[in-house]
């Protein structure tokens, strides 16, 4: 099992930034790939930024340039720095842990870009 708590959410107007934090416990050691990804207001999930093993990162063409994913060594931490904002980038973030046991998902930050 891995639990995942994410933080760093928060209210912010356009054109600021916010990093997330993703605390993963349990298992870690069983984790290959984390990411993050989220759900707008009347949208269904996309996936957003990930980072596996490796340090290799995938992201999402709408924050490529804009949002940087990264981890500590040892699987504990998992960030999303997000520069750039927009009121699209508005969502509930959720962070995800690829393991060999399975998928494991937090209950999410919430993100709100406004004026």
């Known amino acids: 099992q891995v639990q995942l708590v994410e933080s760093g959410g928060g209210l912010v107007h356009p054109g600021g930034s916010l990093t997330l934090s993703c605390a993963a416990s349990?298992?870690?050691?069983?984790?290959?790939?984390m990411g993050w990804y989220r759900r707008a207001p009347g949208k269904q999930r996309e996936l957003v930024a990930t980072?596996?093993?490796?340090?290799?990162?995938n992201y999402a063409d709408s924050v490529e340039g804009r949002f940087t994913i990264s981890r500590d060594n040892a699987w504990s931490t998992v960030y999303l720095r997000m520069c750039g904002l927009t009121p699209e980038d508005t969502a509930d973030y959720h962070c995800?842990?690829?393991?060999?046991?399975?998928?494991?998902w937090g209950q999410g930050t919430h993100v709100t870009v406004s004026s």
């Open positions: 995800n842990a690829a393991s060999g046991a399975g998928d494991y």
């Open positions: 349990g298992n870690i050691l069983s984790i290959f790939a």
């Open positions: 980072i596996t093993t490796s340090n290799n990162t």
